[in-house]
């Protein structure tokens, strides 16, 4: 199973990105395994930290307080990929956005088996 962010990019204070997260390299056998989804940021000097989580088979969602409101996890309904709508980015939102997946929704690492390679998202003031 690999996961593939994109989406990241340059944008000013105030405005919009849309990460995505790819899957591919699963089967029926290892659907369950993924039904979890989530993301993740790491800001420079800091540890990586949960920003939202999802479950494929509910939508059941849960955001971190820094995002809620700002930030919206979704799913395609047409495949397993996930997004990350972020909104009114800041300063603080900058970091490296990782995309997981795992057997439940957490908002642990430990809670996921895979992940992403990341992409940076960068607000500038």
């Known amino acids: 199973v690999q ?3 994109s989406g990241g990019g ?3 204070v105030g405005g919009s990105l849309k990460l995505s997260c790819a899957i591919s390299g699963h089967t029926p056998s290892t659907y369950a ?4 989804r989530g993301w993740f940021r790491q800001a420079p000097g800091k540890e990586r930290e949960f920003v939202a ?4 088979t509910n939508s059941n969602t849960y955001y971190a307080d820094s995002v ?4 919206t996890i979704s799913r395609d309904n047409a495949s397993p990929t996930v997004y990350l709508q972020m909104n009114n980015l800041s300063p603080e939102d ?4 990782y995309c997981a997946a795992g057997p439940v929704r957490s908002r642990l690492q430990s809670g996921y088996t895979y992940w992403g390679q990341g992409t ?6």
Do not use: E, N, P
């Open 3 to 5: 996961l593939q962010a």
């Open 10 to 12: 340059l944008v000013q």
């Open 33 to 36: 395994t993924t039904y979890g």
């Open 53 to 56: 989580a999802i479950y494929l």
């Open 68 to 71: 809620k409101g700002r930030f």
């Open 94 to 97: 900058t970091a490296i956005y």
């Open 120 to 125: 940076l998202v960068t607000v500038s003031s």
